[in-house]
């Protein structure tokens, strides 16, 4: 909500920032889990992929061909790796903590 | 966070706004006892290695980016950034 005089209008929060004229600021994470795993990489994908389906039946999952997920706005999970041990790469945006933190203790090996 | 009306949690996005100096993040990285610093600068901006964490931060002024695979640390680093910019 913004006040010009005796005016009001609302705004979304990064259009009010600029505005205001101060930046909203990007803060983003990135982990790297690495899982002794065989098998082939687009079937880990697969199972992640369903996995954060039902953790989060709430936001978008979508599956990418080149074996990345998005979840949200800004999550993206990345597999890679051969046929014995495979690499996760989850990356976030702060605004996205509470899913980003989520996923990658879902995902790391306990 | 409020409730939708079907009881779940409505989280409400934090929104985060600065750009603090890089002076400030890396005094506050040594004031939370981060102490192994070693800050690359470059034209962008600077990468600050955080060399006993096996960490790093990529700062540019309007932007950061925490890499860090390990979850403690990882929300140490968060907090110092928090620390150092201005929330809604």
């Known amino acids: 909500l913004l006040m010009k005089g005796s005016r009001m ?3 979304e929060p990064a259009a009010a920032f600029r505005e205001l004229g101060v930046e909203e600021h990007n803060l983003r994470f990135t982990c790297n889990i690495c899982l002794e795993e065989d098998g ?7 199972r ?3 996995r954060l389906q039902r953790e989060f039946p709430r936001s978008s999952v979508l599956f990418s061909t080149d074996n990345s997920i ?3 706005d800004s999550v993206l999970v990345k597999i890679s790796g051969d046929e014995e041990s495979k690499n996760l790469l989850v990356s976030w945006s702060h605004q996205d903590e509470d899913i980003g933190s989520k996923i990658q203790s879902v995902l790391r090996p306990s | 966070g409020k409730r939708r009306s ?3 949690v409505l989280y409400r996005k934090p929104y985060i706004f600065g750009s603090p100096g890089l002076h400030v993040i890396v005094d506050t990285l040594k004031q939370q006892g981060f102490s192994s610093l070693k800050v690359e600068e ?14 790093l931060i990529q700062v540019d002024g309007t932007s950061t980016h925490i890499i860090c695979d390990n979850e403690d640390v990882r929300l140490r680093l968060k907090e110092v950034m928090l620390r150092c910019l201005k929330q809604l």
């Open chain 1, 70 to 72: 998005t979840v949200g």
């Open chain 1, 48 to 50: 992640i992929y369903r």
């Open chain 2, 42 to 55: 470059s034209e962008q901006g600077a990468i600050i290695h955080l060399v006993k964490e096996d960490s």
């Open chain 1, 40 to 46: 082939a990489v687009g079937d880990l994908t697969e």
């Open chain 2, 6 to 8: 079907d009881g779940s």
């Open chain 1, 9 to 11: 209008h609302l705004a």
